[in-house]
């Protein structure tokens, strides 16, 4: 079953370019993961200091893969989650 994973972002004040920065280059390797589907970047319009992640993955465990490749861990865990005041995760599974 289709694991969607929908999460938030806010950086700290004056962040929000290297955020993206980070996150252009997070999305380059995620697409390259066998078990991922789509994976898609979005800014508020209303408010540029928001990012919205759009994730999907063929399965749960394609997901807890996703969080053990060094992409991940060097990209979001050491790089980006220092520069974020916020960060939430939601997790969805597709009805068919």
Known sequence: MTHV????????????????AILRELAKEVRREAGNVQFVINRSCEDPNEFLLYEQYVSEQAFLDHQQTTHFKTLVLERAVPLLERRERHTYSILN
């Open 5 to 20: 994973v929908v999460a938030y972002w806010r950086p700290r004040a004056g962040q929000a370019e290297k955020i993206e």
